[in-house]
């Protein structure tokens, strides 16, 4: 089974709808991470979170909420789905050394 | 936290060594140097890491000179199965996390 996992893999939705994306992972890792990619461009940290009570900004956190519910999961929420967050959404986690972080498979995610 | 600068794109063919060579003048005392390896609609892969000198795994070796203000990534007889996108990370523990992905090198492997 893959350490960190992400559900759903692919996801279709129109503007204004909510939307979760869920990250679950066994790797036992205090630290984790969404990022996005949008084609051609590198990843972006959109939140992350050092412990179940620890959430902080990323780089491009507008329009994004995050929930840390458990050491393993970590949630995150588009709250009104517009068009320019359709992108590729991944997730990973890290055990302190933040340089090697253990991505997930990414869930993309298209807005109408 | 420090830029880097790759090149956008390199071709290669199977059987060679591939070296992409990532600028970072602005690399702070306690900033290590990290490279990513991502396939298409995948995750990043962690490759290596140093801080200076050389570093050699099973997968490629980092050569970073004693000014580190640059790094190379040396992938030795690429395959196919070497085409990716490679990024180049600098940064350090005290940054909070933050990792800062460039747009990376797209590296080609012809037959």
């Known amino acids: 089974d893959a350490d960190v996992t992400q559900t759903p893999r692919n996801r279709i939705t129109k503007t204004g709808k909510r939307i979760m994306l869920e990250c679950s992972q066994t790797?036992?890792?205090?630290?984790m991470y969404w990022y996005r990619q949008d084609p051609g461009l590198g990843l972006r940290l959109i939140y992350y979170?050092?412990?179940?009570?620890?959430?902080n900004k990323g780089e491009i956190s507008d329009g994004y909420s995050v929930s840390r519910q458990a050491q393993a999961k970590f949630s995150l929420s588009l709250e009104s789905a517009i068009p320019n967050q359709t992108a590729l959404y991944f997730c990973?986690?890290?055990?302190?050394?933040?340089?090697?972080?253990?991505f997930g498979p990414g869930t993309r995610l298209t807005v109408l | 936290l420090a830029k880097t600068t790759q090149p956008i794109s390199m071709d290669s063919y199977e059987g060679q060594e591939v070296n992409i060579t990532c600028s970072h003048n602005?690399?702070?005392?306690?900033?290590?140097i990290t490279w990513y390896q991502q396939f298409p609609s995948q995750g990043p892969r962690f490759i290596i890491q140093?801080?200076?000198t050389k570093v050699t795994n099973e997968v490629a070796s980092l050569f970073i000179p004693a000014d580190r203000k640059s790094s190379t990534l040396s992938l030795p007889r690429v395959s196919l199965s070497d085409t990716a996108v490679y990024y180049c990370?600098?940064?350090?523990?005290?940054?909070?996390?933050?990792?800062?992905f460039g747009q990376g090198t797209e590296l080609s492997v012809k037959p």
């Open positions: 790797k036992g890792h205090d630290r």
């Open positions: 140093g801080y200076k």
């Open positions: 979170s050092f412990d179940v009570k620890d959430i």
């Open positions: 602005n690399i702070a005392t306690n900033d290590y």
């Open positions: 990973a986690t890290s055990d302190g050394n933040f340089n090697e972080q253990f």
């Open positions: 990370l600098v940064g350090g523990d005290n940054q909070g996390g933050k990792l800062i």
